[in-house]
């Protein structure tokens, strides 16, 4: 026998039957998770929608609430600090104002003068008595302006708006600084004066009063401005010359303390022209 040719068996070797595939456990399991994910998805959405669908209806029933009590809103009344105030008119300078009712006032033909009763740091002279703020309104004829506006001492400061009307402003320096608030109508200039002024130390409160008062100012309806009629209505006699009114008269110690010159009715307005030095 030939070694190398191959032997057959006789008896046929038998063939194992095929075996049908097994559908994984995992596709089935997945279907249900899928089928579960979706209804708890449905779910959900339609708790979102009925969780919206409930906070709309609160809030419209919210508005409805709101606007069936709101009322209309309460108009805010703005308190007039000038309400208790005084009135003063000057027949003769044409004008009414109104002042604190604790302020004391001084009347004379050529101006109005006022003691605010508030204490400021400067002394009287030759007293160890402070002297109280003054708030002081005149009319100044134009030549007599123009001139006091061209002193040393004058100092012209920014304009001020009160009520509508400008207000130009001048610190001027004399016995005490003093604030000048000029308004210029119908040809004349009406000169409202505090004193003693220092911008730092001034009272804040008066410095308000003084911006009511202004925006309380008004002309006298179809009266005619008037300060004087003759010569005699102007000046004071004293030391040897004339002021244009006692206020520049220190009656106390007889001297005139601002200047002198002979005073003259011009146009119904005092004027003051300053005495000629004697050669």
Not at 10 to 19: C, L, R
Not at 23 to 33: F, G, L, Q, S, T
Not at 156 to 185: C, H, M, W
Not at 214 to 243: I, P, Q, R, W
Request: proline residues 8%; aromatic residues 12%; charged residues 20%.
């Amino acid at each position: 026998m030939d070694p190398q040719a191959p032997t057959y068996s006789s008896t046929p070797t038998p063939i194992d039957p095929p075996v049908a595939p097994e559908m994984p456990k995992e596709a089935k399991d997945n279907h249900w998770v899928t089928i579960l994910a979706m209804a708890l998805f449905v779910l959900g959405s339609l708790a979102v929608v009925v969780f919206l669908y409930y906070q709309n209806q609160q809030l419209k029933g919210m508005l409805a609430s709101y606007q069936g009590t709101a009322t209309s809103p309460t108009p805010i009344t703005t308190t007039d600090p000038t309400a208790n105030w005084k009135t003063y008119s000057h027949k003769q300078l044409g004008f009414t104002i109104k002042y604190p009712e604790e302020w004391i006032i001084k009347e004379d033909p050529k101006f109005v003068e006022f003691d605010t009763n508030i204490p400021s740091d400067k002394k009287l002279m030759d007293s160890d008595k402070n002297v109280n703020y003054i708030f002081q309104m005149s009319v100044d004829p134009q030549t007599n302006f123009d001139e006091w506006t061209k002193y040393p001492s004058t100092t012209k400061l920014e304009s001020q708006t009160v009520g509508g009307q400008v207000f130009e402003r001048y610190i001027a320096a004399d016995l005490y600084y003093s604030l000048n608030l000029i308004l210029k109508q119908n040809g004349k200039n009406f000169r409202f004066m505090a004193y003693p002024y220092e911008a730092n130390v001034f009272p804040k409160s008066l410095n308000n009063d003084i911006n009511q008062i202004l925006s309380t100012f008004k002309f006298l309806g179809g009266e005619e401005v008037l300060s004087c009629k003759v010569d005699a209505d102007c000046g004071v006699e004293s030391c040897g010359c004339t002021a244009k009114n006692k206020d520049f008269i220190d009656q106390n110690k007889n001297i005139c303390a601002v200047v002198c010159g002979n005073a003259k009715c011009v146009n119904n307005l005092c004027t003051l022209n300053p005495l000629q030095p004697q050669p």
